[in-house]
């Protein structure tokens, strides 16, 4: 009975979560890289793979909030003429919530685009069936400090021509 005990105690220690975050940690990060290379490869099968059903695009234009579905609408076209987004991760963030069941991540990536430049992702995944899967990507564009003010009004300009 006491080593039952000394065992529950031990697997409940936070040595034992952190080992099993570390591991999780580890196939997130594989998991957007993986998402990355099948973007530049261009493969969309397995690029929409890595998605939960119900996952949720955010992309860089406001009109961008796209279903798995929309999103595919418009990826699946230039994945079929060979033609996809080359996003080099430059650095990345991981958290693994709280819960109990610690199948809940969000994250946030600096990228490297031949095309914009510095970008960043940001987003959630969860964990399925064992495999982590991303329920929310985001893409944006960070804007310097210094160029705020300057951006701002040029994307607040544009929103007025559009009206």
Request: aromatic share 12%.
């Amino acid at each position: 009975m006491a080593f039952l005990v000394i065992l529950l105690i031990t697997l409940a220690s936070p040595a034992a979560v952190l080992a099993q975050d570390v591991r999780s940690i580890a196939s997130i990060d594989s998991t957007l890289n993986e998402l990355h290379e099948a973007a530049a490869r261009p493969d969309g099968r397995r690029y929409f793979s890595l998605f939960t059903d119900d996952a949720v695009y955010i992309g860089t234009d406001a009109s961008e909030r796209w279903t798995l579905k929309q999103f595919r609408a418009y990826a699946d076209p230039h994945f079929s003429k060979g033609t996809g987004w080359i996003y080099k991760p430059r650095s990345r963030h991981i958290v693994i919530a709280d819960v109990a069941c610690r199948c809940v991540a969000w994250f946030d990536e600096l990228l490297d685009s031949k095309n914009y430049g510095t970008s960043r992702g940001t987003g959630v995944l969860v964990k399925k069936n064992g495999s982590w899967k991303i329920s929310q990507y985001a893409l944006t564009f960070p804007i310097p400090n210094d160029l705020a003010r300057q951006m701002t009004a040029e994307i607040r300009s544009f929103e007025a021509k559009q009206k």
